[in-house]
């Protein structure tokens, strides 16, 4: 991983975009964030109110998905369909043999269980649907009600990309803010509730965060690191009231995981990054961990109702963290098993074969 990461003064093709390391331990944090989140929700279902910040993980997702989007095509003119193509190549195959999955564990598990096939498609076809068991938008595999975000978001990205460079941001913007104010107006419970979520704003935050790191827009050390400060101070503050809310939880999360992403940016550009091999690859294998620790959690949380030994508060910790390192492990073998030959076989752009975001501080 260190031999193919880029230097601080390696620039990417257009002088304007490259890599840079934070984003990848971002992701790590992102990624463990919302690990532990289900982790707790499986064993203390009844203390929700004290770790519903670990959901921030999504948030700070969000706001990297519109920062490296903008990084990536910055200065570029057209490559609509090459964008749109290179994100489907990224997301989709993992998805999909892991949705797969999940519907056999089911079958396996539960041998009665009747899927609803229109949610079984939509699931394949990121479409939001209602669950038929929770009757909320989740899919079979319930971490992908992100990616049916994501992927409206990429489709918003690749529409914008026909127009010229400077009209991009205005145009991302508008689109966004624009379906949020749709949500206002009065409609039946349809997938318009789920795609008009305010929650599409943290897409926008990193939008605007990305176009100004394009723009060499630079932040002394000191701001940086107080809005690093700020944004762990907002995460504590709501984990001290719970206000977290489908309406509010842009202002309760998004905000916060925006100060974070952007302190941690510019404070690298000022600093240099650091190359510690662990979390660069936890961040590699974020996306494996994202989706795969549901499989994990569960099943420990499955094994350890059977064991009556283990339920007492020692039994249940123990449990507990072996689920965590468990899911991390299941999720780093399918990123080196699954994920990465996947991305070798589409010859999809990555971290370690092309840079993400602009320039450092000697650039």
């Known amino acids: ?115 609803d096939v229109v949610h079984v498609v939509t699931s394949y076809l990121f479409i939001p649907w209602r669950h038929p068991v929770y009757g909320s938008f989740e899919p079979l595999l319930t971490p992908g009600w992100t990616l049916n975000f994501e992927m409206m978001f990429y489709v918003i990205f690749a529409l914008i990309l026909f127009a010229p460079m400077r009209f991009r941001l205005p145009a991302v913007m508008g689109a966004l803010v624009g379906l949020v104010v749709l949500g206002f107006i009065p409609h039946a419970g349809t997938s318009l509730d789920f795609y008009t979520n305010p929650i599409i704003l943290e897409f926008a935050m990193g939008v605007c965060l990305g176009a100004a790191v394009a723009a060499q827009r630079r932040a002394p050390a000191p701001i940086a690191a107080a809005a690093v400060i700020a944004g762990f101070g907002l995460f504590i503050a709501t984990a001290l009231t719970d206000p977290v809310t489908i309406g509010n939880r842009v202002l309760t999360l998004g905000i916060p ?50 064991v009556h030994a283990l339920h007492n508060p020692a039994g249940m910790a123990a449990t507990m963290i072996i689920a965590a390192l468990a899911s991390v492990g299941a999720g780093v073998l399918v990123y080196w098993f699954v994920e990465r030959p996947i991305i070798k076989h589409f010859k999809v752009p990555t971290p370690q074969s092309r840079p993400l975001v602009a320039g450092s501080s000697n650039s």
């Open 1 to 115: 991983m260190t031999t193919t990461l880029r230097s601080r003064n390696d620039h990417a093709p257009g002088g304007t975009i490259k890599f840079t390391p934070i984003i990848q331990h971002l992701r790590a944090v992102a990624a463990l964030s919302v690990l532990l989140y289900h982790v707790l929700s499986y064993w203390l279902p009844q203390y929700h109110a004290h770790y519903v910040v670990l959901a921030g993980g999504v948030d700070i997702f969000f706001v990297i998905s519109g920062f490296v989007m903008w990084g990536v095509t910055a200065g570029r003119e057209g490559g609509s369909w090459s964008f749109f193509s290179k994100r489907l190549k990224r997301i989709v195959p993992l998805y999909w043999i892991l949705t797969t999955v999940m519907g056999a564990a089911l079958m396996l598990a539960k041998p009665s269980v009747r899927f």
């Open 257 to 306: 995981a925006a100060l974070l992403v952007c302190g941690c940016v510019f404070l690298e550009r000022e600093t240099g990054p650091w190359l510690a091999p662990l979390p660069l690859l936890l961040g590699d294998a974020s996306y494996s961990i994202y989706l795969v620790h549901i499989f994990t959690a569960l099943a420990a949380r499955h094994a350890w109702g059977k």
